[in-house]
C-alpha cells in the first residue's frame, strides 16, 4: 500500500507555545482520510507544515516521497489545497479568481471547471467581495479542485455550506477517490468526517491520540445494549465479563454497557431463552467527547 503522506515525529513549536508534538502518521493512496480535532488543537499547523507554508521545528514529513521541505514545489505541483480562510482578491469576480488560479496551473480542463461551478450552484460574475462566507467557500473548492490533484488538503471545507451544497461536496469526494486520488480533510465537525472519512486520527494538544478506521474508532466507546428474557434475568453472568459495565436489571430487562467488541456479550447472551437484543452502535461523536472528556498531558481538563 503506497503512503501519500508519512509524517516522523513531526513536531513545530511556536517558541513556548505549542503547535503540533511527535506526530507520527500516514495517509494512504485513494483514501479520504479525516483529521479530527477542536479548533487549536493543531490541525492547521500540520497542513500548513505538509504544504512547508511553516517550518518543522524538528522531524520529518513526505508527501509523495517527497521530503516537505526539500521539495515543496514538486509537493504542491500535486496537490489542492483549501485553506482555513480562504480570502483572496475582493475586486476580481468569482470567474476571474478561478481562472487565475487555472493559469497558474498551466490551464485545466474547461469542462470540468464549469462543471464544478454548476454542481456547486455558483454564480461566478459576482466580484469576491459581495460573496457570502458559503459562496466564497464554494470558490475555494472550484480553485482546489479544478486540476484534479493527486492529493486534496483541505481545512474545514464545508465552513459556511448548505446542506444541500454539503452533500454535493460529499459527491465531488467521492468521485475524487474513485479516481484514485487522495483526500486528507481536517474538521472538528465529527459527522463529517463520519459520513465521508474511512479513516481518521484524532489529535489533543497537539498529538495524535487515536489513528484508526472510523468503524475502529466507534469500537472505542461504549455500546449500550439491552437484553430481555421470558423468566429470571442472569445479572451475574454478564457482569463479570471484561468489558462490561453499568449492568442494571429491570423486570425482565437487563440493561448495560459494553466498551470494544460486542462479540463475546452477543455469545454469552446466546445460551439463554432471549426475547429481544437491542445494541445500539456509539457515535464518532460519542468517541470523540470519551477522548477529550478527561484531563489532558498538561493536567487540563
Known sequence: MTNIIETSSLTKSYGPHRGIVEVNLEVHEGEIFGFLGPNGAGKTTMIRVLLDLIRPTSGSARVFGLDSVADPVAIRRRTGYLPGEFNLYDRLTGAETIE????????????????????????????????????????????????????????????????????????????????????????????????????????????????????????????????????????????????????????????????????PVVRAASAYDLTDFVSREPSLEEVFLAEYGHAGSDGRA
Open 100 to 263: 487565475y488560479f487555472a493559469n497558474l496551473r498551466g490551464g485545466v480542463d474547461r469542462a470540468y471547471q464549469r462543471q464544478l461551478a454548476e454542481s456547486l450552484d455558483l454564480d461566478t460574475s459576482r466580484r469576491f467581495r459581495e460573496y457570502s462566507k458559503g459562496n466564497k467557500q464554494k470558490v475555494g473548492l472550484i480553485v482546489a479542485l479544478q486540476h484534479r490533484p493527486d492529493l486534496l488538503i483541505l481545512d474545514e471545507p464545508t465552513s459556511g455550506l448548505d446542506p444541500l451544497v454539503q452533500q454535493t461536496f460529499n459527491k465531488l469526494l467521492f468521485e475524487a477517490r474513485a479516481e484514485g486520488r487522495t483526500i486528507f480533510l481536517s474538521s472538528h465537525i465529527i459527522s463529517e468526517v463520519e459520513r465521508v472519512c474511512g479513516r481518521a486520527a484524532i489529535i489533543r494538544d497537539g498529538r495524535l491520540v487515536r489513528v484508526d478506521s472510523v468503524a475502529g474508532l466507534r469500537d472505542l466507546a461504549a455500546h449500550e445494549v439491552e437484553l430481555r428474557f421470558p423468566g429470571p434475568v442472569p445479572t451475574a453472568a454478564f457482569e463479570a465479563m471484561d468489558g462490561v459495565s453499568n449492568v442494571e436489571a429491570e423486570g425482565d430487562t437487563l440493561r448495560l454497557l459494553v466498551t470494544g467488541p460486542i462479540a
